[in-house]
């Protein structure tokens, strides 16, 4: 028995064992040399920090809205002051002079303009008409030139707001005496006060006389629809 042993043991191993032997080494040491999975812990990133957004700058909105101021007006130097009864009656003593004087707006009209003695053109000039200091009539004798405004001129409101018997200041020039008459050219004009509107006026004027305005009637039967 124990001869039996010992040639089993002192026996070579066979060929089949010694490559069973070689493949479980091969794996023992790939198995010990092979890197361990790396397992990456979930790592939580804060979101980036934003810088808090600008309010809108309105200074230049402001500029933009805002209205520009009214140029101050240019002083007129020399300026002497009349009634128009004393600028008719007496031109020559006011010729190439500034006057100013106070009258009632009539209406436009040509008659200032196109008189070649005392030339202002129709083309870049209006003309109108003030009321004899009475208020009752026109007074043609003062010929009234003034230059046309240009488009966004706000003397352009004024003209066009314009109507008879508004009281109106007149700074002008003295430019010609044709015909012994006064031709002079505004230099600025202002409104003083506006004149009551005729319906108004009538209706006053009516009221005062015991009459009813055509407004204020009323009828005492209506009106037959069915005719």
């Known amino acids: 028995m124990n001869n039996l042993y010992l040639r089993i043991i002192s026996s070579k191993p066979s060929s089949s064992f010694n490559k069973v032997l070689t493949l479980s080494a091969t794996l023992l040491v790939s198995y010990a040399i092979a890197p361990l999975p790396q397992v990456q812990a979930a790592t939580k990133t804060k979101p980036a920090a934003t810088a808090p957004a600008k309010a809108p700058e309105k200074t ?3 500029a933009d809205k805002t209205p520009a101021k009214a140029a101050p007006e240019p002083p007129i130097e020399n300026v002497v002051n009349v009634t128009t009864t004393d600028l008719v009656d007496k031109p020559h003593e006011y010729m190439n002079k500034n ?6 707006f009539y209406m436009f009209s ?5 008189y070649k003695p005392a030339m202002k053109s129709s083309k870049t000039h209006l003309g109108f008409i003030v009321h004899r200091p009475d208020g009752l009539v026109p007074f043609p ?8 405004p240009k488009e966004k001129d706000p003397l352009n ?4 707001s314009l109507k008879d018997g508004d009281q109106v200041e007149v ?5 010609g005496t044709g015909l012994d008459e006064p031709w002079v050219d505004v230099l600025r004009l202002k409104r003083l006060s506006s004149a009551e509107d005729k319906d108004k006026k009538d209706e006053k004027t009516a009221a005062s006389e015991g009459e009813t305005p055509k407004e204020m009637q009323i009828e005492k039967h209506p009106p037959d629809v069915h005719k």
């Open 110 to 114: 040509t008659l200032p303009l196109d």
């Open 157 to 160: 409101q004024l003209l066009t």
């Open 171 to 175: 700074t002008a020039k003295v430019f």
């Open 141 to 148: 004798e003062l010929k009234i030139a003034m230059a046309i």
């Open 60 to 62: 230049a909105d402001k």
């Open 99 to 104: 006057v100013k004087f106070v009258a009632k």
